[in-house]
């Protein structure tokens, strides 16, 4: 039976006049569900621990559960929502996943007792076993190969009104019992209440890493948000920006701009944060990012590290240049080390996390020698020393602001 929307979700399911029958043993595992939620439910960091203790409740005031799922909708760039599944058979360990965007509309989703929720039902129950089955959905007929027999989901009341759900399986022979179905609907809103709190903080999480970097965020979300916050770090800052981009901007049409400067930031970015680096902003076209040096790390291995990145971004042009528009793409990366100013720089209703200050200005400057000299990575003085072998000098050169030719230096070519 499926519901829609309103209170009484196990009188809808099972018929209000069989309410009577409930089992009295449902009182007071209510009662100790309901205290342990507000209590030490409300010290736990993580969806994935809520569920499995969740699970683990249920079990022990012994309710037969053989799977549970809840799947949570997000505010995120890459996904729409985020699942976590719990199974008898592994009572311990929770699954995960996250539902992209494609999957959205298909059937896959839309034709499933999900569907029905994200539809406006408050419930949906079906049967899976002879002779009462009703497996009219494909994901069912899953749960029955599994010798499940009973299955219902219920919407999970989260107060934006998003349709969140979660889901009850068991095995158990005749299915749940009138007193179970009516536990787990006088706990959802609790685990409703739990669960929101904690996908907030993961989406608050989420979107400080994805707008300003991992390591940004995790400042800002541990109080560094004054503007004029900061401390000095030393790190190996990395610039780099695309070469013709003015030409290229005016040539194609904004669709296919879009996704050039996407596979570029892709192609850029992927390097980065696979060898240790944070980007800390997109300007235009350009990408400023750090591989920061703390306690223990040694300038050598991170000098190694930020240099193997640019060297993998350049692997990635080949692909870049077969993204239409993009057969003659080119970007140029400026890598330079020293101390910089890390924290909140901006208006008092606008502020920014990023690094400033004489390293990072030399590294701008080191990078349009680049454009100038065709040279697609320049590395400063400073880090061509903590490399040793493996470059070579290219020049020196003067550029704006610095009284002195600076040397620059680029890998060194096979002869």
Known sequence: MTRRAGHGTIAAMVGPDRLTDVNRDYDRA??????????????????????RETCLRFAAHGVPLQKFSALLLMLHPDHFGVSHRWNRAAPAEIKSGRGSYAIWNS???????????????????RRLEPPHARIDYAVLQEYADDRATDYVIMHLPFSDGGRHAAAFATDRP??????????????LPHMARQSELLTLRYLTTTLLDTYVGRHAGERVLTGQIRRGSGETIRAVVWLSDLRGFTPLSERLPGADLIA????????????????????????????LAIFPLTDGDALPAVSRAALAAALRAREGLAKLRAVPGGSALDFGTALHVGE????????????????????????????????????????????????????????????????????????????
């Open 340 to 415: 910089v100013l890390y924290g909140n720089i901006g208006t008092a209703s606008r502020l920014d996390f990023t690094v400033i200050g004489p390293t990072v200005n030399l590294t701008a400057r080191i990078e349009s020698l680049t454009s100038s000299m065709g040279e697609p990575i320049l590395l400063s003085a400073e880090l061509a020393r903590s490399l040793g072998a493996g470059i070579e000098s290219a020049g020196r050169h003067r550029v704006k602001g610095v009284a002195e030719p600076v040397e620059v230096f680029r890998p060194a070519r096979t002869r």
């Open 174 to 187: 005749g299915g749940f019992t009138l007193a179970e179905l009516k536990l787990m609907d006088a706990m």
């Open 260 to 287: 050039l400067l996407n596979a570029y930031f892709d192609c850029v970015g992927g390097a980065i944060e696979a060898g240790g680096g944070e980007i800390l902003k997109f300007v235009g076209d350009a990408v």
């Open 107 to 125: 059937p896959v989703l839309q034709d499933s007792p999900y569907g029905e929720i994200y539809r406006g039902a408050a419930a949906l129950r």
């Open 30 to 51: 209510a009662a100790d569900f309901i205290a342990w939620y507000l209590g030490e439910a409300t010290q736990i960091k993580s969806p994935r621990t809520l569920v």
